[in-house]
C-alpha cells in the first residue's frame, strides 16, 4: 500500500493541553457554531470532565440544539508541527485534517492551512 504524504508549510503548535475526549453514546451540552467559513462545521461541546470544538458529523442534535448525543469516538487532540515535517492526511474535515507525522508517528488535527 502506497501511502501519499504532504509537506507542513508553516509551524502548527497544539492549541490545547487537555483536549475533548468523547465516546460513543456520550452526552455532551452545546454551544455556539463556528462562524468563520472556513471553520464551519465545528460546535462548542462541554461534558461534566472537559470542553471544546467538535464536528457537528459525530452529533445526533437535540431539536433544541442545546444537546447531542456522540456517534462515534472523538478526540480533539492537535498536533504539532515544524515547516517541513512529512505528514500523512487520514480524515479531512471541516478545515482541518486528522494526520500522522511520518518521523514521529504522532496523531492529531491539524488546520489544512498549514498543509502543502
Same mark, same amino acid.
Given at each position: ?71 462515534? !469516538? ?36 491539524? !488546520? ?5
Amino acid at each position: 500500500m502506497t501511502i501519499t504524504t504532504f509537506k507542513i508549510l508553516k509551524e502548527y503548535k497544539a492549541q490545547y493541553e487537555n483536549p475533548i475526549v468523547l465516546e460513543l453514546g456520550e452526552k455532551v451540552h452545546l454551544g455556539e457554531e463556528e462562524k468563520q467559513e472556513k471553520w464551519k462545521g465545528w460546535i462548542w461541546a462541554e461534558t461534566n470532565a472537559n470542553k471544546g470544538w467538535i464536528p457537528i458529523q459525530i452529533l445526533e442534535i437535540s431539536d433544541d440544539r442545546k444537546t447531542g448525543v456522540v456517534l462515534e !469516538p472523538y478526540t480533539a487532540k492537535e498536533l504539532t508541527v515544524k515547516e517541513g515535517d512529512i505528514i500523512e492526511k487520514i480524515k479531512p474535515l471541516n478545515g482541518w485534517t486528522w494526520s500522522r507525522n511520518i518521523n514521529t508517528a504522532n496523531e492529531g488535527w491539524i !488546520p489544512d492551512e498549514v498543509i502543502e
